[in-house]
Each structure stands twice: as structure tokens, then as C-alpha cells.
């Protein structure tokens, strides 16, 4: 499945990324994409409800784009998952990156009456070439309902800044409410997971 997946990801990329207009040096752009727009739809039952992408560009002195998962329960964040990179390209006064990047979150066949185990694919992807990384987490709590938590506008950060780009909620109980990135809405949700992208040197470490 997992070979499913990563290819099913990287036919998106040729669907649907080209080359985004360079932004500022220094910072980070985010545009939201529609993964599953026009003859991209057939890839939904591969990828499944809960997935989405979002174009990346970049331009500056940062090595690399990091991508980190945090976890958010009963309102408060418990914690933040393994940070995954892509290498900007060196160019000749600055590194610069354009591209995609792509997640898709699944329920585990190991999920069980009492407890939800997801399996998260995401992929940095330009036309060079594609990483990926899968990790699976557990709920800790058999979940009812999930709905997505999607980026509606572009957004530009500093280097070194993270920006929320993608996430979904869940809950144990048969109602959720409206979700968005901010602390506010996020200090509402049950369960949720949230990506966040930055511009970092790979010798810098998560906080």
C-alpha cells in the first residue's frame, strides 16, 4: 500500500504543481492546492479523505524545508513528531526551493475497539525529485468523526518561522467544532494533528 500511495503522490505532482513565482529572499511562501482537482479525483480512494498539499517556494540562505507534525489533545499540544526535510537548491547567491508538499493520513489495519492508530505518507516533491517518510501514531482513544483542518489563502513567513499548512481533527464524541490554525480554535479540538513547514539550517533543532 504504502508503494500505492508514494506513487499515487508523486502522479499529483505532475498533475498539478508547476513552478511558483519566486518570493521575497528570506521568506517562505505557502499556496493551498486542490490535490484532487479535475482528473486528479481518481486518485482519492487511494489517498483518502483525509489528504491534502500545499505549493512550497522559497528563496535565501536556509538549507532546508522542514516539515513537523505536532499533536494537539483535549486542547493542549502533547506533542511534536519527528521533523522531516527536504535540501533547498543551491543557486549562485542564494538556495531556493519550488515545489509541493503532500500528506495523506489513513486509519491502521492494527486499529483496534479500543484505540485509533493512523498512518501518516507525506512527500516534499519538485521536478527533480521526491522524499517521502511514513510514521504511523496512536490516538490513544477510539475516535467517531474526522474533518480536515485546510490552509483557505497564500501566507508568507521568515526564515526560521513555522506556518501551519495542513491538519485534521477528531473526536470520540459525535460532534466537532469548526476548526482552524489559531491557538484559539486548536484549545476547542478533542484530538488533532497539524503540519507545520519552515525554513531552517539542518543543524537547527526543534523546539
Not at 7 to 36: A, K, W, Y
Not at 66 to 90: H, P
Not at 125 to 146: C, F
Request: aromatic share 6%; net charge negative; glycine share 6%.
Amino acid at each position: 500500500m504504502l508503494r500505492i500511495v508514494l506513487f499515487v503522490l508523486s502522479s499529483l505532482l505532475l498533475l498539478s504543481c508547476s513552478n511558483s513565482e519566486r518570493t521575497q529572499p528570506g521568506m517562505l511562501h505557502i499556496e493551498p492546492v486542490d490535490l484532487f482537482a479535475g482528473d486528479a479525483q481518481k486518485f482519492k480512494p487511494f489517498l483518502g479523505d483525509m489528504s491534502g498539499a500545499v505549493k512550497v517556494s522559497y528563496e535565501g540562505k536556509k538549507e532546508t524545508i522542514r516539515a513537523v507534525v505536532e499533536v494537539w489533545e483535549n486542547g493542549v499540544k502533547t506533542d511534536i513528531g519527528q521533523a522531516f526535510d527536504t535540501m533547498t537548491r543551491a543557486s549562485t547567491n542564494n538556495r531556493h526551493y519550488d515545489g509541493q508538499f503532500l500528506i495523506s493520513v489513513r486509519e491502521s489495519d492494527a486499529n483496534n475497539e479500543a484505540s485509533t492508530r493512523y498512518v501518516v505518507t507525506s512527500a516534499f516533491a519538485d521536478d527533480s525529485e521526491q522524499s517521502s517518510v511514513r510514521t504511523e501514531l496512536d490516538a490513544g482513544r477510539k475516535h467517531m468523526a474526522r474533518g480536515l483542518i485546510q490552509l483557505h489563502d497564500s501566507v508568507q513567513v521568515s526564515e526560521g518561522e513555522q506556518v501551519a499548512v495542513w491538519g485534521m481533527q477528531a473526536t470520540d464524541e459525535n460532534a466537532m467544532h469548526v476548526m482552524d490554525f489559531s491557538p484559539e480554535r486548536l484549545k476547542l479540538a478533542k484530538w488533532a494533528l497539524i503540519v507545520k513547514l519552515s525554513a531552517v539550517d539542518g543543524t537547527e533543532v526543534e523546539k
